[in-house]
């Protein structure tokens, strides 16, 4: 389920022309595990209210219509085709965004049968485990043969499938995933999905070797991502600079919060950010505060400073 800020991000970033929501969510689903970012879980009205002041499109699926059934399918299809390209899907934890959509791939002849089990367990999901999704995608193939996955293509992911409780991990193998940046008000999220460790990539307030100021930026909401860059024109994040880097200069200030009196953000805490950018050393000590382990491998600032 997509919290507020996550479905501004995914409208401020050109990537999405419109998002659908595989389920009508009648009630506000509260804040974040502890509400420490002011981010919280929308209702559907909410998302349209939301989605109208980014500009971005957004759909649901009627709340009578099973995500898991042939008509649940056709519904999709049928919504999908009148949406600009490409969609963002979600649902709650991506279970279910991820099997509809792999469902409307088989029957529009987009996948085999073989490709769907394949691609989801790429992802981490086990639908053949699952007999009526089994069933569904037999239907759906046309084949007089069951849907099922090819035989030694399927790898049982043998960690719990908690492991969707932090959806925007993606998996690697069963030890490894991969994620972009948290935030601190996700920490809950990534203990109840059986995480026991971190390892951060980004690059440290300074270099290794030189010493020298690294920061990397941070996203601001209604904020260009990269320009400028960190320590360009004094500082990108100087309000003279912020000003000139807005994405939509008409936006209203209650796009950021019902109290802020800009309509930019000027400092993202939530993802570790201080007045200049990204600060790994405020990450690291949140992240020893709540004992998670932690490590620091600024692997990309290693390989460049070595080619360099």
């Known amino acids: 389920r997509l919290t507020a800020r996550q479905l501004k991000y995914a409208a401020e970033s050109g990537a999405y022309k419109s998002v659908l929501s595989v389920f009508f969510f009648g009630s506000n689903g509260g804040p974040v595990c502890d509400g420490s ?27 009578t219509v099973s995500w898991l059934s042939s008509n649940g399918v056709t519904m999709f299809e049928k919504t999908v085709s009148t949406m600009p390209k490409p969609v963002l899907v979600h649902c709650y934890f991506g279970y279910s965004a991820t099997g ?18 394949r691609q989801a367990a790429a992802i981490g999901y086990e639908y053949w485990t699952n007999p009526t999704y089994v069933s569904l995608a037999s239907q759906l193939s046309g084949s007089s043969n069951a849907c099922k996955p090819v035989a030694g293509s399927m790898t049982q992911n043998t960690m719990s499938s908690s492991w ?41 307030p300074t270099t290794l070797v030189t010493n020298r100021p690294s920061q990397e930026e941070v996203t601001l909401l209604n904020i260009h991502s990269y320009n400028p860059s960190t320590y360009a024109k004094g500082g990108r994040q100087l309000r003279s600079n912020l000003l000139q880097a807005r ?38 000590q949140y992240l020893a505060a709540k004992e998670i382990r932690y490590y620091h491998v600024p692997g990309i600032s290693v390989i460049k400073s070595s080619v360099s």
């Not at 991990?169 to 972009?180: E, F, P």
């Not at 990534?190 to 990539?201: D, E, P, S, T, V």
């Not at 950021?256 to 400092?267: G, L, R, T, W």
Request: hydrophobic share 30%.
């Open 100 to 117: 509809l959509t792999l469902l409307y791939l088989l029957k529009t002849r987009q996948l085999t049968c073989g490709d769907v089990f």
């Open 37 to 63: 970012c002011d981010d919280f879980y929308p209702s559907t009205s909410e998302y349209l209210s939301i989605a109208q002041m980014t500009g971005i499109p957004y759909k649901h699926l009627p709340k």
């Open 247 to 284: 994405l939509d200069p008409n936006k209203p200030n209650s796009y950021i919060s019902a109290k802020s009196k800009d309509n930019f953000e000027s400092k993202n805490e939530c993802e570790f950010g201080d007045h200049i950018g990204y600060n790994e050393t405020t990450e690291r």
């Open 164 to 204: 969707s409780s932090y959806w925007p991990a993606k998996r690697l193998s069963d030890r490894i995933y991969i994620a972009g940046q948290i935030q601190h008000d996700q920490i809950c999220q990534l203990k109840q999905a059986g995480f026991c460790a971190i390892a951060n990539m980004r690059k440290g």
